[in-house]
């Protein structure tokens, strides 16, 4: 069984929409997909709708915009109740940030000599409920500025770059009570991905799990061999669930195929476990994996 619990359509930032995540993964011989947008469950009904027509199973998931300790942390919330509240309003006040931004980077990029508006913006990101920084590279591509999203973030977007600007994200800490409080499961994306060893030590990670996180996701492209054997490692120590996950974002992101990597069935059905436990212990109406 080949499991792929991390992927984005075009409500976020990938260029393909759910539909054709969905239809994508079964041709890619995936029995399993996680559809994780970015701050928003939007695509949900459509990935649905695919699933069952294809007959992959489906888990449906948002991968939320967090910070520790000032640094950016994603969050994969796994079939959480998206009209909990408190979760909605907190994940309105992330997509306000990521909207709001949009502008103040465009003004960045013109005083940088680099033409692009906000309307450029809006008019590649189409119907995307999150915009990013990913469509503000689309919208530089078009303009002949550079040549791919990644020259873009190295160049302009990245933190530290000239026209970064940052926004509001949940703190990590809260973002994990909220997932759970809506009867989901967490588990910290890519964690070393970003930021290294550093950002997320062994003592850290155990007052995650003491506050709720389900699990981490070890294999990722973005975690070297060294870094995978000892994230696992930490995971067999705190009894965390560990996955394995393209990331997949379509033309997007390079090097990110479907199925890259994957989650063992054994971990997906820890998660599910947690995930039903959570959901009795929250009472709220949740969904459950759609399956064949």
């Not at 939320?64 to 979760?87: C, E, F, G, N, Q």
């Not at 973002?175 to 967490?186: E, P, Y």
Request: with cysteine; proline share 5%; glycine share 10%.
């Amino acid at each position: 069984m080949r499991i792929d619990l991390h992927t984005h359509s075009s409500t976020s930032d990938g260029t393909d929409t759910a539909a054709e995540v969905v239809h994508k993964a079964a041709a890619a011989g995936l029995d399993v997909v996680a559809l994780t947008d970015h701050d928003t469950a939007e695509s949900w009904d459509e990935a649905v709708a695919a699933a069952l027509a294809t007959g992959i199973t489906l888990v449906r998931g948002i991968e939320i915009s967090t910070k520790h300790a000032d640094l950016s942390v994603h969050l994969l919330a796994y079939l959480p109740d998206p009209t909990y509240a408190p979760l909605a309003e907190g994940l309105d006040r992330v997509l306000a940030g990521r909207n709001a931004r949009v502008p103040a980077i465009c003004a960045r990029l013109a005083d940088l000599g680099v033409g692009v508006t906000a309307e450029d913006v809006r008019r590649l990101s189409g119907d995307a409920a999150a915009t990013g920084r990913p469509h503000v590279a689309d919208a530089m591509i078009a303009a002949g500025a550079v040549r791919t999203r990644e020259e873009a973030f190295a160049h302009y977007l990245n933190p530290g770059r000239p026209a970064y600007v940052h926004r509001y994200a949940l703190p990590l800490t809260e973002a994990i009570g909220l997932v759970r409080a809506a009867g989901g499961v967490s588990v910290v994306a890519h964690p070393w991905g970003r930021h290294g060893a550093s950002s997320l030590p062994v003592d850290v990670i155990a007052g995650l799990r003491d506050l709720g996180l389900a699990g981490l996701e070890v294999d990722h492209q973005d975690h070297d061999a060294r870094a995978r054997e000892q994230l696992r490692g930490i995971a067999r120590e705190l009894d965390l669930v560990v996955t394995g996950s393209s990331d997949y974002h379509g033309t997007g992101k390079v090097g990110h195929d479907l199925g890259c990597n994957t989650t063992a069935p054994g971990e997906l059905e820890r998660l599910l476990d947690l995930a039903a436990a959570a959901a009795r212990e929250s009472g709220r109406p949740t969904p459950e994996a759609v399956r064949p």
